[in-house]
């Protein structure tokens, strides 16, 4: 697979359903990577294409066919369930295990053996995973949808289409930190371990990762995801959704917040920060907003120097989004309202987003 250039990967995109198992990444679809890539753990999905200059540092595991472009590296075995195609000097320091048939270039590597149960041709076989790559990119490109969605279960081979794992061009990936220059997507139900550093980050819902998030641009961490390290973005927007949990300190340029998320660390925004809330089951979410460069202490709460509430000039006698018990408040004592909607907002975006509103429903009742 080469991938000169540019390179038909665009992005870091981890599947639905990825766990790293000990030395490991484990998929249930394919896994393409990029050429000048570094991969230090052990691969194993469907079908398995490695680009060209590509270092991995374990075994690689695949239920279908293997292909390993020129100049690859293979600190382990390789074990292919069906066909195997390998391209000129590919190294191998295990064994290579075929169950199907071998197309070999030359002056190859495998210092333990090789064995196969097919056909075995020794030549410089043409990476075919380029030829497919063309093919989508020019359907796309003119507006054929249905005749890439034609190919691409072609190439499946009539089974389900499942999401692959894509590293692009130049990745570093180890079990300490994923390193791409490209944007990153998590799907859902993923474990990681180590920090995942991107130009911009999603992650889907409920996934675990043993690490940091670093980005350049917008980082989102989607529902009841659980993030063992620091979230931080140099100028972007960091998201945490309800019921994820952050057990480190998030720094953003702009920081949104929904109820129910958890934020054990400090939170530090230099624009925007933001608490977004739901009043009941049938109404909008409403959003609380935060001066710029606001921080908040994870255990502490907010820092300020007046902690009866400040932002009288911010306030919105007439906000809709107020609740009747705030409206009942102004009208009982009118010299003291102003300051409470700021007070939600600044109790708010604390550790525990969730349990914000307790201290502003006491003030009201009494």
């Known amino acids: 697979m080469s991938l000169r250039g540019g390179g038909p990967i665009e992005e870091l995109a981890i599947p639905s359903g990825t766990t790293v198992e000990e030395h490991d990444v484990v998929v249930d679809g394919d896994v393409l990577v990029g050429g000048q890539s570094t991969v230090e753990l052990g691969v194993r999905g469907r079908n398995v ?4 200059r590509v270092s991995v540092g374990d075994d690689i595991e695949a239920e279908g066919d293997c292909r390993l472009d020129t100049w690859c590296s293979v600190d382990g075995n390789v074990l292919v369930g069906e066909d195997a195609y390998l391209g000129e000097r590919v190294t191998v320091t295990g064994r290579l295990m075929v169950s199907g048939d071998l197309d070999i270039g030359d002056d190859v590597t495998i210092e333990e053996g090789f064995e196969a149960n097919g056909w075995i041709v020794i030549r410089n076989p043409v990476p075919t995973i380029v030829f497919y790559f063309i093919v989508l990119s020019q359907l ?79 980082i989102t961490v989607g529902a009841e995801t659980v993030i063992h390290g620091d979230v931080t973005t140099r100028g972007g927007t960091v998201t945490v959704e309800a019921g994820a949990r952050v057990l480190g300190d998030v720094s953003a340029g702009d920081l949104v917040v929904y109820d129910g998320a958890e934020i054990q660390g400090t939170l530090r925004a230099r624009g925007e920060m933001k608490l977004v809330q739901r009043t009941g089951p049938e109404t909008e979410a409403d959003e609380v907003e935060e001066g710029g ?24 006698p007439g906000d809709g989004t107020e609740n009747e018990t705030t409206e009942s408040a102004r009208e009982d004592d009118a010299p003291e ?9 600044t109790a708010a975006v604390t550790a525990d987003a969730g349990a914000a509103t307790e201290g502003v429903e006491s003030e009201n009742d009494s």
């Open 49 to 52: 294409a490695i680009g060209e």
């Open 140 to 218: 796309l490109r003119v507006g054929e949808t249905d005749a890439a969605d034609e190919l691409a279960e072609a190439l499946a081979d009539g089974d389900d289409v499942r999401d692959p794992l894509l590293i692009p061009r130049s990745a570093e990936i180890a079990d300490d930190a994923w390193r791409v220059s490209t944007p990153a997507t998590v799907g859902d139900d993923c474990r990681l371990h180590g920090n995942l550093r991107a130009a911009s980050i999603r992650v889907g819902e409920r996934n675990e990762v043993f690490g940091s998030l670093r980005a350049r641009e917008d």
């Open 337 to 345: 309202t102003d300051g409470e909607s700021d007070t939600e907002g």
């Open 293 to 316: 460069g606001a921080e908040a202490g994870g255990s502490d709460g907010v820092d300020s120097e007046e902690p009866d509430g400040v932002g009288d000039d911010d306030a919105d």
